[in-house]
């Protein structure tokens, strides 16, 4: 069964904007801490941005995000959203979100703790291209 069903990705010229979407079957997400992890080709995934519960709802942001990225919720609509603005080509890849359902997770100077991966949506492609 899948969780979390991911929506958004696409083909986007350097500077344009996305949003992607997470929207879970099964879960109440607000209950959950939700990451959106970025896998570029041939690197390691990184977690770009976070969000706990709504219990909390504070928010983090990798480097490479801040500035340009925005995690948030619908509640109602049992959604996350990542809005990317300024794409760079090195925003190319795939990105997946998960949801972690401790309510102790906290936002770190890294990222969210412990780690986000209870859960996890199938990917979706994102490719930064003139």
């Known amino acids: 069964q899948l969780y979390l069903v991911q929506s958004g990705g696409g083909l986007v010229e350097p500077g344009g904007s996305l949003r992607l979407s997470c929207v879970a079957s099964?879960?109440?997400?607000?209950?959950?801490?939700i990451a959106w992890f970025h896998q570029a080709p041939g690197k390691e995934r990184e977690e770009v941005a976070c969000i706990t519960s709504s219990n909390d709802g504070s928010t983090y942001y990798a480097d490479s995000a801040k500035g340009r990225f925005n995690i948030s919720r619908d509640n109602v609509k049992n959604t996350v959203y990542l809005q990317m603005n300024g794409l760079k080509p090195e925003d190319t890849g795939l990105y997946y979100c998960?949801?972690?359902?401790?309510?102790?997770?906290?936002?770190?100077?890294?990222?969210?703790?412990?780690?986000?991966?209870?859960?996890w949506g199938q990917g979706t492609q994102v490719t930064v291209s003139s």
């Open positions: 998960a949801a972690e359902g401790s309510l102790w997770v906290k936002v770190t100077h890294t990222g969210c703790s412990p780690d986000i991966d209870d859960y």
């Open positions: 099964a879960l109440t997400l607000r209950h959950y801490a």
